[in-house]
């Protein structure tokens, strides 16, 4: 397939835009003026004419969870929710629409920092006792690190009051030691088999839908946690190579593996690392570990207290011994790391580990840092000194900017989620979603991270301003960055010749237009490939 692309403005680099750009079988082999693409117009499959409308590379997410997405469209949806009782109607609502509610129900989404009316709290289990006492009932948060239960699920697991702690979780009890169904981190495996989950062909089939979702948000790439996570890795693996020899995969797919057993992480390296079964489309990604929880529900990962949580210092959920272990294996097989890091003692850690593992200074592996929001200047300085990459997600604004103002001081979070300064100082970075923490839309992490204000607009004036990033910078970090995460970026992330042809074309000149709209602008093309796999 050849396809022009004219009358367009071109996206190359910082500064520098083109009028037209030509690629055949994938690759862009030209990218120049309109007057000098009609040499190629006459061998072109396909002509558009863009409109002058804006064209950049593909968006390419650091880090979601594109089957885990595929597996929540058949739970309860609580994103958005602004109460517990609205909870509990979305609940009630959604159970009397079940075809077979003797299975269970899950739920998924609830966010304590949206919260606007009633208490400002988790839910519990008495809350979803309000839905059903019958009925098993599970609720995940949208940060996947909390999960609450009704009493009936807990009455279905055997989770009594005498019933033990789990070494890296958190079990919220009352006063007298009752249970309260509210499960965190490690814990969340007590509760979660309550309720069965959906095989892997119902995954599948939603996992196509969301393909197609990426494609209208303008993706063309997505890093993607779910071997281990949503199922087994051999479950995904056997799935995405199969999609793959159809040419089903309508984006690029680069895979995060979760081992937390070292006999998992040998055997992986021994087979599936190992098989030579890869390519730039099905890519295969660094190895993904877990150090903490999130702010939502303060087990962040501190070197102090929480301001509004005495005594609570976070939660560490994996030792620093394991990951330790974990890591230096991966690093002798040449396997990058990204780890799950909020809170800037689990980031202080990380770091110390990588310093021990890595097999030369400067990082050559690219370890990184996924998340890195609660730092301080010191812990900037170390992580660009050491060539630390931050895997960000600026979207997390939307929410974190209202916690965050009672749960740090200020000059805490000044350092927080300090984009521009980290860049500045010269660590590399990457953007994406986490979705399903937040949802797929690329221009609101942009719109994020140049206003710096949630998606209301609030604060008018952005949360620490100067902070805020320029366009082509939050665009950069949204392709280069993302490349570079995966070592792509002498092929990837740029509209140049010999470069993948991944891009799409917006509705809106998004480095020209009111810097609130950013969010609203949608793409109208997608090209993955050389193909065009979503036209508006």
């Not at 030579?276 to 150090?291: I, Q, T, V």
């Not at 990204?338 to 850690?349: E, F, P």
Request: one cysteine or more.
């Amino acid at each position: 397939m050849k396809t022009l692309l004219k009358n367009a403005k071109i996206y190359v680099e910082k500064g520098i835009y083109a009028q037209a750009l030509y690629q055949e079988d994938g690759w862009i082999k030209f990218v120049g003026s309109d007057e000098d693409a009609k040499a190629f117009e006459a061998g072109a499959d396909r002509v558009i004419d863009c409109g002058k409308k804006t064209v950049v590379p593909g968006f390419n997410n650091n880090h979601s969870h594109p089957l885990m997405v595929a597996e929540f469209k058949s739970y309860c949806d609580l994103y958005g929710a602004e109460s517990i009782d609205e909870i509990v109607e979305r609940g009630k609502a959604f159970l009397a629409k079940m075809e077979h509610p003797e299975r269970g129900m899950r739920c998924t989404g609830w966010n304590v920092n949206f919260f606007t009316s009633g208490e400002k709290r988790p839910p519990n289990r008495f809350d979803l006792d309000r839905i059903s006492t019958e009925v098993p009932i599970v609720a995940q948060d949208a940060a996947e690190h909390e999960t609450v239960c009704n009493s009936k699920a807990m009455e279905v697991v055997g989770f009594t009051k005498d019933s033990p702690d789990v070494d890296g979780g958190v079990i919220r009890r009352d006063e007298t030691g009752e249970p309260m169904g509210n499960f965190a981190e490690n814990a969340q495996a007590v509760v979660k088999p309550a309720v069965p989950v959906p095989d892997m062909a119902d995954i599948e089939k939603g996992f196509r839908e969301v393909m197609e979702e990426l494609l209208k948000c303008g993706y063309t790439s997505v890093q993607a946690n779910d071997a281990g996570i949503t199922k087994t890795p051999q479950e995904v693996y056997a799935c995405l190579h199969r999609m793959r020899k159809e040419d089903s995969l309508l984006v690029r797919y680069h895979t995060q593996n979760c081992y937390e057993d070292l006999d998992d992480l040998k055997a992986y390296i021994a087979g599936e690392y190992a098989c030579g079964c890869y390519d730039d489309y099905l890519s295969r990604g660094p190895l993904k570990l877990f150090k903490d929880g999130t702010i939502g529900s303060r087990s962040a990962l501190l070197d102090r207290d929480w301001a509004d949580d005495p005594g609570n210092r976070g939660q560490s959920v994996n030792s620093n011994e394991k990951l330790l272990a974990l890591s230096k294996l991966a690093q002798e097989n040449g396997m990058q790391i990204i780890c799950h890091c909020i809170g800037n003692q689990a980031i202080t850690d990380l770091v110390d580990i990588y310093e021990q593992v890595q097999p030369a200074p400067g990082n050559p592996l690219r370890n990184t840092v996924n998340h890195c929001q609660l730092m301080t200047m010191p812990l900037i300085d170390r992580l660009a000194d050491l060539n630390i990459m931050a895997a960000v997600q600026p979207i997390f604004l939307n929410s974190d900017l209202h916690a965050l103002a009672s749960r740090v001081d200020d000059a805490f979070g000044r350092t927080s989620n300090a984009y521009k300064t980290m860049l500045e100082k010269g660590i590399p970075m990457s953007f994406g979603t986490d979705s399903p923490v937040e949802g797929y839309n690329a221009l609101a992490v942009i719109y994020s991270a140049v206003t710096r204000k949630d998606l209301k607009g609030y604060p008018p004036e952005g949360y620490y301003p100067e902070e805020c990033l320029d366009v082509e910078t939050a665009v950069d970090c949204f392709t280069l960055g993302s490349a570079y995460q995966q070592f792509m970026e002498d092929r990837k992330g740029r509209l140049k010749p010999g470069f993948f042809a991944d891009l799409c074309v917006l509705s809106e000149d998004i480095f020209t237009v009111e810097p609130d709209r950013i969010k609203d602008i949608v793409s109208v093309l997608t090209m993955v490939d050389g193909k065009i796999r979503y036209e508006a």
